[in-house]
């Protein structure tokens, strides 16, 4: 149990361009999901808080209109990178976690590689 | 604020012997929860194991345990019979009422063997 698909895994495009990465819990409803990002051979850097319903929740420093995320539902949240740059290529991961609150463990995607030429 | 260290960036076992990852944490928080996750070559965190502040008795998954020592703020990781199969990033977090994760800066496992 417990299931967290991510997609895609990887993907490269050309700076200027939108991208979407979707985030779905397979298993069990995620009221709260979570976006990260991760630099190679750093921690995770908690970008938001995303509720279903609701408006997603950023971390200080993060662009709300370079990095829109939507989460309409119990089992899917997205993530879309608008008019990607350069520095904008990274790891980003993100995660589920049960209704129930904090005390349920967050539970992670495989994560997508985002490279822009 | 709270803060999570891990103050081991890279740690190496023999196959089949113990070793323990240490992480620390700061809070005025008495209702928290912890967590060791595990980050593989694949790059997908992995839950090993959690902890409930609230609760004295150390959590044991398998091969893996803590050491929870809640006055000194102290979450340490024991892996018994070291697999090649850890070697991973091993991440230190720290779950309170902001309802987010405080990550560590992670240790690096390697395993000999």
């Known amino acids: 149990g417990a299931v967290v698909s991510q997609h895609p895994s990887w993907v490269i495009c050309k700076s200027g361009t939108s991208v979407k990465i979707e985030c779905r819990s397979l298993?069990?409803?995620?009221?709260?999901m979570f976006w990260y990002r991760q630099f190679p051979k750093q921690s995770l850097m908690l970008m938001a808080t995303?509720?279903?319903?609701?408006?997603?929740?950023?971390e200080q420093g993060v662009e709300k209109d370079k990095f829109l995320i939507n989460h309409a539902s119990l089992t899917l949240s997205t993530l879309t990178v608008t008019s990607a740059h350069p520095e904008d290529s990274s790891f980003y991961i993100c995660?589920?976690?049960?209704?129930?609150?904090?005390?349920?463990?967050?539970?992670f995607g495989d994560g997508t590689r985002l490279s822009i030429l | 604020a709270q803060t999570v260290t891990q103050s081991q960036p890279e740690m190496s076992v023999q196959e089949a012997e113990t070793v323990t990852l240490s992480c620390t944490y700061d809070?005025?928080?008495?209702?928290?929860?912890l967590f060791w996750y595990k980050q593989p070559p694949s790059r997908q965190m992995i839950l090993v194991i959690r902890?409930?502040?609230?609760?004295?008795q150390n959590a044991t998954e398998n091969r893996f345990s803590v050491n929870f020592q809640k006055a000194a703020k102290s979450f340490s990781l024991k892996i018994s019979d070291s697999q090649l199969g850890d070697a991973a990033m091993y991440f230190c977090?720290?779950?309170?009422?902001?309802?987010?994760?405080?990550f560590g800066t992670g240790t690096l496992l390697a395993v000999q063997p």
């Open positions: 995660s589920a976690r049960y209704h129930g609150g904090r005390n349920q463990p967050q539970h």
């Open positions: 298993d069990f409803q995620a009221t709260t």
């Open positions: 995303s509720n279903e319903g609701s408006k997603a929740t950023y």
């Open positions: 809070t005025s928080e008495s209702d928290y929860y």
């Open positions: 902890q409930e502040a609230y609760k004295q």
């Open positions: 977090a720290f779950g309170g009422a902001t309802n987010k994760l405080i």
